[in-house]
């Protein structure tokens, strides 16, 4: 597979390093506030609710297995997680995606030199149709994987793998979701986005891989997000686009 998973790693490092810069700063501030709010609604929910879901998923442990409780215990605990992890992703994903890809454009165009100008609100509200179609097409792609995962998790012989299955799905999808909106930026269909993203498919999954962790580690991850959408912008500018001129245009 090619591709350099530390290169790929270091997009989201200097997405991060460029986040402060005066020409950008405004963009960031929506996607950055919606991952705010959205973490600490998550945090609150994992407080109150969670000794309920994992309670509610072994009492469908037969008495006959009582035994392994020990091992029903934190594998239902890891799935309300993974469950509320990714259930608020999706949803910080879909309110922030047209504000996402406005910091996109917005990077593509001080990467290129051109002068970084500000169309208002009005060109946010105008991104905001594409911008949730294609949301649906990477969620559409994500929760039959997702599903499959799940289902997996509760194979016996297959559970001691699950961490690494979630981990490595996790990455993917961090990487499609976030390369994605300089690519709608350009017109590249979401298949013509996975095919690009496959050609490099380790540095893509180290860019991906990172910003998860980087997702999973208090104040750290409040500014992940605008962070991983100016990193999968350099991304796109320095070894994609280019190369996406050679694809059939979408319809």
């Not at 020409?23 to 950055?32: E, N, S, T």
């Not at 000794?51 to 037969?62: I, Q, R």
């Not at 999973?216 to 686009?241: C, D, H, K, R």
Request: proline content about 7%; glycine content about 6%; some cysteine.
């Amino acid at each position: 597979m090619k591709g350099n998973p530390v290169h790929g790693a270091s997009y989201l490092l200097r997405g991060a390093a460029m986040l402060p810069q005066p020409g950008l700063r405004r963009f960031v501030l929506v996607p950055l506030l919606v991952n705010v709010l959205l973490f600490v609604g998550a945090i609150w929910l994992l407080i109150e609710q969670f000794s309920v879901w994992v309670d509610y998923w072994l009492s469908f442990v037969p008495d006959w297995l009582d035994f392994l409780y020990w091992l029903f215990w934190p594998l239902f605990a890891l799935v309300v997680m993974v469950g509320v992890y990714y259930g608020f992703s999706i949803v910080a994903n879909l309110i922030a995606a047209p504000f996402n890809g406005f910091l996109s454009e917005k990077v593509e165009r001080q990467l290129r030199g051109d002068p970084i100008t500000d169309e208002g609100w009005m060109a946010v509200l105008a991104m905001i149709p594409r911008a949730l179609q294609r949301e649906l097409h990477k969620l559409a792609y994500y929760l039959p994987r997702f599903l499959v995962i799940l289902v997996l998790t509760f194979i016996p012989f297959i559970t001691p793998l699950a961490p690494l299955l979630w981990f490595l799905f996790g990455a993917w999808m961090m990487s499609i979701q976030y390369c994605d909106y300089p690519m709608d930026n350009n017109r590249v269909s979401f298949r013509q986005m996975k095919e690009l993203l496959k050609a490099r498919r380790v540095t893509s999954v180290g860019f991906g891989a990172l910003v998860q962790l980087g997702m999973l580690i208090p104040v750290v991850n409040l500014i992940v997000m605008p962070a991983a959408v100016i990193g999968a912008t350099l991304y796109w500018v320095e070894e994609y686009a280019g190369e996406s001129r050679e694809l059939t245009p979408r319809v």
